[in-house]
Antibody, heavy 120, light 111 residues
Framework: EVQLVESGGGLVQPGGSLRLSCAASGFTFNIYNMNWVRQAPGKGLEWISYISSRSSSIYYADSVKGRFTISRDNAKNSLYLQMNSLRDEDTAVYYC?????????????WGQGTMVTVSS | QSALTQPASVSGSPGQSITISCTGTSSDVGDYNYVSWYQQHPGKAPKLMIYEVSNRPSGVPDRFSGSKSGNTASLTISGLQAEDEADYYCSSYTSSSTLVVFGGGTKLTVL
C-alpha cells in the first residue's frame, strides 16, 4: 500500500524548534518530488515547501523562508522538515504530500498529518 | 487572504450539478494549465480530484470535471451524492516566489 506517515508534532513554545518526519512506503520514494503542506485549525491549505527527488531543487513559501528547512534521505525513504523560530501562526496540521510525476504542484498521496501547536 | 478566490460555500440537492469557481491572476491560473482540485472531508487528509485543469486521477468518478477560462478555473460535480459533501480547494502553480498557491476553500453542502 502506498503510504506516507508523519511524526514529530507536538507542543512547543514560541521561538522553539521542532523536526517533523515523513516515512514513505509502498512506492519508489527516490524518484518522486515531495512537499509539506499545512492547515491551521479551521483554515485552508497552505503549501510551505518542495524538494525534488535528488534534493537539487528546493522551494519555500515566503511565510517560512529562513526559518524552515526541508530535506530528505532517500536511503531511509524519509522526508523531513526542520522548523526553527516557531511562531503562534505556525500552529497547524502538517501534511507531507507526494507530487504527481507529470505535475509538480499536484499532490496525489498525502499523509494523515501531524499537529504542531506553538503556544506558551 | 488566499491567493486564489473561491466562494465560501455552495449547495445542491442530490442528483443536481454544482460548479465551484476559482479565480486567480495572470501569474497563476491565467497563464498556466497547472490547476488542481482537492476534496477534504472533516478530519481527513485532502484527496486529489483533478489535475492539469481537467484530468482525473484513477479512481475519481467522472461526475467530477474541471475547466478553465481566462483567470478562472471551475470544478463541476454532476449527479450530486451525499458523500460529495466536503470542503473543496483549488490550487495552481504560480510564477511568484511561492511556487504553489491554494484557494481559501469552498464548503459543499448536499441538501
Amino acid at each position: 500500500e502506498v503510504q506516507l506517515v508523519e511524526s514529530g508534532g507536538g507542543l512547543v513554545q514560541p521561538g522553539g524548534s521542532l523536526r517533523l518526519s515523513c516515512a514513505a512506503s509502498g512506492f519508489t520514494f527516490n524518484i518522486y518530488n515531495m512537499n509539506w503542506v499545512r492547515q491551521a485549525p479551521g483554515k485552508g491549505l497552505e503549501w510551505i515547501s518542495y524538494i525534488s527527488s535528488r534534493s537539487s531543487s528546493i522551494y519555500y513559501a515566503d511565510s517560512v523562508k529562513g526559518r524552515f528547512t526541508i530535506s530528505r534521505d532517500n536511503a531511509k525513504n524519509s522526508l523531513y522538515l526542520q522548523m526553527n523560530s516557531l511562531r503562534d501562526e505556525d500552529t497547524a496540521v502538517y501534511y507531507c504530500a507526494r507530487s504527481l510525476m507529470v505535475m509538480d504542484n499536484a499532490f496525489d498521496i498525502w499523509g494523515q498529518g501531524t499537529m504542531v501547536t506553538v503556544s506558551s | 487572504q488566499s491567493a486564489l478566490t473561491q466562494p465560501a460555500s455552495v449547495s445542491g440537492s442530490p442528483g443536481q450539478s454544482i460548479t465551484i469557481s476559482c479565480t486567480g491572476t495572470s501569474s497563476d491560473v491565467g497563464d498556466y494549465n497547472y490547476v488542481s482540485w482537492y476534496q477534504q472531508h472533516p478530519g481527513k487528509a485532502p484527496k486529489l480530484m483533478i489535475y492539469e485543469v481537467s484530468n482525473r486521477p484513477s479512481g475519481v468518478p467522472d461526475r467530477f470535471s474541471g475547466s478553465k477560462s481566462g483567470n478562472t478555473a471551475s470544478l463541476t460535480i454532476s449527479g450530486l451524492q451525499a458523500e460529495d459533501e466536503a470542503d473543496y480547494y483549488c490550487s495552481s502553480y504560480t510564477s511568484s516566489s511561492t511556487l504553489v498557491v491554494f484557494g481559501g476553500g469552498t464548503k459543499l453542502t448536499v441538501l
